[in-house]
């Protein structure tokens, strides 16, 4: 069992060892940043309750749209929420 030790000043300054399971992994470099900046994407996900055949329909219009599930579904209910 580990003895108690003082707390002073060194040993509350001292650096903090990083779990090997904490770390990045070594084998990949951080992708370039584009010079143009993308628009901020908007992070709010929206889920549903759906017949499997309502599921699909949605896929596909989000697809022909080209847009994420999340986004046809909030443009669907900013569209709702206007009338």
């Known amino acids: 069992m580990a003895k108690p030790s003082a707390l002073t000043v060194d040993v509350m300054n ?14 990949f470099a951080e992708p370039p940043q584009n010079k143009l900046q993308a628009a901020p994407k908007n992070d709010a996900l929206v889920q549903i309750r759906c017949s499997k055949a309502v599921a699909k329909e949605v896929k596909r219009a989000a697809v022909e749209a080209e847009m994420t599930i999340s986004e046809l579904m909030l ?3 900013h569209t709702y929420m206007k009338k």
């Not at 001292?14 to 084998?27: D, K």
Request: charged share 5%; with cysteine.
């Open 14 to 27: 001292a650096p903090q060892a990083s779990p090997i399971g904490g770390l990045p992994s070594r084998g």
């Open 75 to 77: 443009v669907c209910f």
